[in-house]
């Protein structure tokens, strides 16, 4: 395959992590395994959504 997931999951999370840095103006920590930024947290509202109650994935 041109791009695999091993290859365009971990550019894509870079990527929106830059998105998240430059939202909040701060450089972050990122630990990756548990999905969270570990000396800003702030910048963990924009990792996971909420959504209104009634919807659900």
């Known amino acids: 395959p041109l ?3 091993d290859y ?5 999370e ?3 992590l830059g998105n ?3 939202r909040i103006g701060e450089k972050l920590c990122w630990d990756g395994p548990n999905m969270k ?3 800003v947290p702030k910048a963990n509202e924009y990792v996971h959504r909420r959504y ?3 919807w659900t994935l």
């Open 20 to 22: 998240i840095a430059i």
């Open 52 to 54: 209104r109650q009634g």
């Open 3 to 5: 791009s695999g997931f």
């Open 37 to 39: 930024c570990t000396n």
């Open 14 to 16: 870079m990527v929106l």
């Open 8 to 12: 365009s999951g971990s550019l894509t």
